[in-house]
């Protein structure tokens, strides 16, 4: 019950907080051509670092309700209508809001991305005994025939697995079980039972051949770390498929834009502040994702007095605990910004930075414990500290 309050604050706090975006000239900024762009994890920005510092001062636009920040901050265009729909979905608080011909029409189109989204979670809850991934976690070793989507988001997340090393693991499931993530009644488990239930994990052991999967008896999945990236680009091509071309869809935070505003203008987002409430930065972008992670989503504090977050390190079995405080991935696909922005929190920095320069088809944002920010290169000149926010050390990170 306890964790279930901690995640309703947390889905209004995100709501209201982790995004929202203003009128694009917004009192005299200097967006006013979509010159800034981010997509094919590659940016080309023409912007000045001056005009996104002009764009600093948003924090009073974060206090509101909901529904008219999200009103308020889409220039409302004659032909278009703006559309708004929340509701709680997949354990998170979902807001989408599009640009549709009328409203009856952007209702109905809300309605069936809706339903997808819940098609989504009867698929991948780990609860839901009629689910299939509950299925899957119950074969006792069995071979199961899977479906499209679980096919695909797995070969995704196995792939991801390997190519970080096993910092993203979807078979952490017997470990984040233990800590009582999945139910909210927390705990620390000895470290004997933490030994034990790591056997049962490795997605090196998991076989996916086709349409058919095989756990290892007492092995579990779970989809957490990416399945809110998958929504968002399954929602994103639903739209384009409505004919929507500008869109912004907020996943508990995983912010999936689709387009640009209808004037051309850049989506402006605010970044939360991983210590506290509102946000510490604002980010400009247009088509593509942001998505970010955090021991602040989802934690407890333990009998210990010490903070337990819900991003588990696979190699230890704990909580992962280096020194980050915040993970945001930014590229054009929402599924590999999750399944990355979950594997660069257990990463660390160092590791971070160097999968970074190794890859190079996303970019990120890192917030330390010690309030260091480190940006790529590539959101340099999209990304600004906020105003209260402007004594945090910034360091640009580089090829
Ligand atoms: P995210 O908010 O995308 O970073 O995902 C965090 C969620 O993914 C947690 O709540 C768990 O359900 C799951 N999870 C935790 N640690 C890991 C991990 N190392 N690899 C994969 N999934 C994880
Ligand atoms: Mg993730």
């Given at each position: 019950m306890r964790g279930y309050m901690k995640r309703k604050k947390t889905f209004i706090l995100a709501a209201l907080i982790v995004i929202f975006l203003f009128l694009?000239?917004?009192?005299?900024?200097?967006?006013?051509?979509?010159d800034g762009n981010f997509s094919q994890g590659e940016t080309s920005v023409t912007e000045s670092i001056v005009a996104a510092e002009?764009?600093?001062?948003?924090?009073?636009?974060?206090?509101?309700t909901e529904s008219s920040v999200m009103a308020e901050s889409f220039p409302m265009t004659e032909s278009l209508a703006v559309v708004t729909e929340s509701f709680p979905v997949m354990d998170t608080y979902v807001t989408l809001t599009i640009h549709a011909e009328g409203k009856e029409q952007g209702r109905e189109i809300l309605e069936e991305a809706k339903g997808k989204l819940e098609g989504l979670e009867r698929l991948w809850?780990?609860?839901?005994?009629?689910?299939e991934l509950y299925q899957i976690n119950h074969s006792d070793g069995a071979p199961v025939t899977v479906s499209p989507e679980t096919r695909e988001i797995l070969s995704f997340a196995l792939d991801e697995a390997a190519e970080t090393d096993g910092a993203?693991?979807?078979?952490i499931y017997p470990v984040l079980a233990a800590w009582g993530f999945t139910t909210g009644e927390n705990r620390i488990p000895p470290p004997e039972e933490i030994q034990e239930l790591l056997?049962?994990?490795?997605?090196?052991?998991v076989v996916l051949d086709g349409e058919q999967l095989q756990l290892e008896e007492g092995m579990m999945l779970d989809l957490g770390a990416v399945a809110k990236g998958y929504a968002g680009d399954m929602l994103e091509e639903f739209l384009e498929e409505k004919g929507i071309t500008s869109a912004l869809l907020d996943l508990g935070g995983n912010i999936q834009a689709v387009g640009a505003k209808p004037d051309g203008s850049l989506w402006n987002l605010g970044l939360k502040d991983p210590f506290g409430e509102g946000v510490f930065a604002s980010l400009r972008v247009k088509d593509c994702a942001v998505v970010t992670s955090g021991a602040y989503e989802r934690f407890f504090i333990g009998e210990d007095g010490k903070h337990y977050g819900h991003i588990i390190d696979p190699d230890t079995?704990?909580?992962?605990?280096?020194?980050?405080a915040s993970v945001t991935v930014v590229a054009d696909r929402g599924l590999l910004c999750d399944a990355l922005s979950t594997a660069l929190f257990v990463m660390g920095r160092e590791r971070a930075a160097e999968f970074w320069r190794e890859r190079q088809d996303f970019q990120m944002i890192l917030v330390t414990e010690d309030r260091e920010v480190l940006v790529t290169e590539g959101l340099e000149k999209i990304f600004a500290l906020d105003r209260n926010h402007k004594k945090w050390d910034l360091e640009v990170l580089r090829p």
């Open positions: 694009s000239a917004c009192r005299g900024g200097g967006d006013s051509g979509s002009s764009f600093a001062g948003m924090d009073s636009f974060a206090a509101g809850s780990v609860t839901d005994e009629e689910s993203l693991d979807p078979t056997d049962k994990t490795g997605y090196e052991k079995g704990y909580p992962a605990d280096n020194g980050l």
